[in-house]
């Protein structure tokens, strides 16, 4: 049917009605004055008729994350809830879940070019397999992305504590699944149209 991908922090996620998130914390907690909150709408662009989620293009997606940009482990500190249609997600800690930075990731050299193109992108992956077994599936995933082909967002690879959408010019959400001894499959995209610090 489908499949799913992978994150690095606690993460609730939304779809339709329901909403819910939460889980212990796999290490110390942080200092509350270390942690960063964001709230973020998309706009669904693709989304495949198989998947099991009540959802369709066109739909709004909905949601909130924190994390600790100063933490070494994400999955204590952080959380994420995402509201699609009726459907409520939420990341499990226990989980393999990142927050992955990328900077100044070096493109083959493209026809024209003098330089090869340099990018940066903040990546974050959550999966709950619990979630994704009412539906038949092994596994579930979301993935944040925020691109920005020039590589001038990030000096460097460390977490950021602030984001600023107006600087990446590529921002989406991905919906994973995976099942039994299948392979991955994207299941739907959506455009993240706003992203505001809470």
Request: hydrophobic letters at 40%; a negative charge.
């Amino acid at each position: 049917m489908a499949k799913l991908t992978k994150l690095i922090i606690l993460c609730c996620l939304s779809v339709g009605g329901l909403a819910s998130c939460g889980g212990p914390a796999a290490n110390a907690s942080p200092k509350t004055s270390s942690i960063v909150s964001y709230r973020f709408t998309a706009t669904i662009e693709s989304y495949s008729a198989e998947a099991p989620l009540a959802a369709a293009v066109g739909d709004s997606i909905s949601g909130t994350f924190k994390y600790d940009p100063t933490a070494i482990s994400q999955r204590a500190p952080s959380m994420m809830q995402v509201i699609i249609g009726t459907t409520v997600f939420n990341a499990d800690l226990i989980e393999p879940n990142s927050i992955v930075i990328t900077n100044d990731t070096v493109h083959t050299l493209l026809s024209g070019e003098s330089t090869p193109q340099k990018s940066d992108i903040f990546s974050w992956t959550v999966n709950n397999s619990a979630f994704a077994s009412q539906f038949g599936l092994d596994n579930f995933q979301i993935v944040i992305s925020l691109h920005d082909p020039t590589g001038t967002v990030f000096n460097n690879s460390l977490i950021p504590s602030q984001l600023d959408l107006n600087n990446f010019s590529d921002s989406s959400i991905f919906l994973n699944e995976q099942v039994h001894n299948g392979g991955g499959l994207n299941i739907g995209r959506a455009k993240i149209t706003s992203l505001i610090r809470e």
